[in-house]
């Protein structure tokens, strides 16, 4: 999923001059009054009045997103892509392995004007990568290798608290987390061989 769909940019959807902002569904507008600031207003769905060339309005997605950390995600040509490549970490019993995952996110409404004007467009590299990969590395880093496929829901309810926790105050909300595989890697000098945990759908781990 690109960047354009969830922040969709300077509204081109105006109409009579700029006095009107057209708010489709699904989306959230925030307005930036030049002599004021951001202003602390959200304007849902809609045609809504404005101040032609003194007000400019900002268009985002309020629906539910899904950032997905998978192998073979490449963000080398867009820094805000929604995804990520596995994380690696190393377990409680010092065991190498990486975790593939899908994080779903939404923008907070009521605190949009609050993220646009503190954080900027560019909150997937700013916040939702680098908190996501933090919290991630460090709950399973807590815990055994045999311990993980055991603890599955809880691990997804516990990072969903976690990553609320970091997301709260910066205008998102985390709306769930769901593990959808994770290996073990052992390394012999050059060679790397990888094993699976356990699979999306799979409660016990492969053999």
């Known amino acids: 999923m690109e960047f354009d769909r969830l922040v969709v ?5 105006e ?6 902002i057209s708010v489709p569904p699904g989306h959230i507008a925030c307005v930036y009054d030049r002599g004021r600031g951001v202003l602390n207003r959200v304007w849902g769905p809609g045609l809504h009045l404005k101040i032609p060339f003194w007000q400019i309005a900002k268009l985002f997605n309020a629906q539910i997103l899904e ?3 998978r192998k073979g995600f490449s ?12 994380i ?34 560019h909150f997937v590299s700013k916040i939702v990568r680098p908190i996501s990969r933090s919290r991630i590395s460090a709950t ?7 311990e993980i496929t ?14 609320n926790a970091q997301f709260q105050d910066k205008g998102l909300l985390c709306e769930g987390v ?3 595989e994770v290996k073990l890697v052992k390394e012999v000098g050059s060679e790397r061989s990888i094993f699976s945990v356990f699979k999306s759908g799979e409660e016990k781990p492969r053999e």
């Open 9 to 13: 940019g300077f509204l081109v959807d």
């Open 178 to 180: 769901l593990l959808s």
């Open 140 to 146: 399973f880093s807590e815990l055994r290798l045999d």
């Open 67 to 69: 950032y997905t950390i």
């Open 15 to 20: 109409v009579v001059g700029g006095f009107f």
């Open 150 to 163: 055991a603890k599955r829901t809880e691990l997804e309810r516990k990072l969903k608290e976690e990553l």
């Open 88 to 121: 690696r970490t190393t377990t409680l019993d010092n065991k190498s392995i990486t975790v593939e995952a899908s994080i779903l996110f939404r923008i907070d409404k009521r605190n949009a004007p609050e993220l646009w004007e503190n954080i900027g467009e």
């Open 75 to 86: 963000i080398a040509t867009n820094s805000e892509a929604l995804g990520d490549e596995p």
